[in-house]
């Protein structure tokens, strides 16, 4: 579509859109068009929406979970076993393994995977934090994602912690290679947590 033809504001909405993950330009302007036919107040509910999530959630102090509160919800849960810490990679991960209600314990999000092409180094990743925590754990499931990667980063992780004599932990092999733990079913999920084996 030539850009000249539409108004600066319409095209504004459409090119930030864009810059969302997996919208294209096609599928922004067809957002944006809609939103234009949208009642005023749809629309003002979904900036104001946008605008409170920008400044209410903000990463657990403890584990790196998203959060409105001081800590997460995991984290003040008295309930959760805190002598288990399930290792992975971003929240969306740590939702997929919630749904499951396999996990009873407490995660810790590293914020990435070592990933040096990508210029992202151990020390970019919140391992010092994890370390910190592992006082009176008696066991790290790294729950990665299975990719080069998380392979790297999990054998990395392991070497870091075996020492400190606690059992560490992997999902069991039923998540293929290459995957990505938001498009696994909560079936294979479930199976790969309950048979994990250690690394």
Known sequence: MNRNVLPSALDDLIEELSRLPGIGR?????????????????????ANAILQMKKKVHLCPICFNLTEHETCNICSDVNRNKDQICVVEDSESLMMIEKTNQFDGVYHVLGGVISPLDGIGAEDLNIKSLLARLESVNEVILALNPSTEGEATTIYLARLIKPLHIKVTRLARGIPLGGHLEFVDELTLTKALQARDEV
């Open 26 to 46: 096609k599928t922004a302007t067809r957002l944006a068009f809609h939103l234009l036919k949208v009642q005023d107040h749809h629309a003002e509910n979904l």
